[in-house]
């Protein structure tokens, strides 16, 4: 296992966006950690909401800081790495 902290910057949180999500519409800093909690591998999620940042303790040998970026933006949270660090 090797375990890594991805940081995320996610301006939709910073924003307060509200994004749809199944029967009613949620605030993006609750999809994204939604979303990140169901990956295999992600094992912890902190949010900044002032920031707009996700800190997400990961094995990085089951889902990358990149795959996790790719996956909330697949969604249209847009998100970019910021840094990936070994835990």
């Not at 998100?79 to 835990?87: D, L, N």
Request: charged share 20%.
């Amino acid at each position: 296992m090797a375990a890594m902290v991805a940081t995320l910057n996610v301006p939709a949180i910073a924003r307060a966006e509200i994004v749809p999500a199944g029967c009613c519409p949620v605030p993006a800093a609750a999809a994204a950690v939604q979303i990140l909690m169901f990956l295999d591998g992600v094992r912890d999620v902190e949010v900044d909401e002032r920031a707009g940042v996700l800190t997400i303790d990961h094995d990085a040998t089951r889902v990358s800081a990149r795959d996790l970026a790719e996956e909330l933006t697949a969604v249209g949270l847009d998100a970019v790495v910021v840094a990936p660090v070994a835990a």
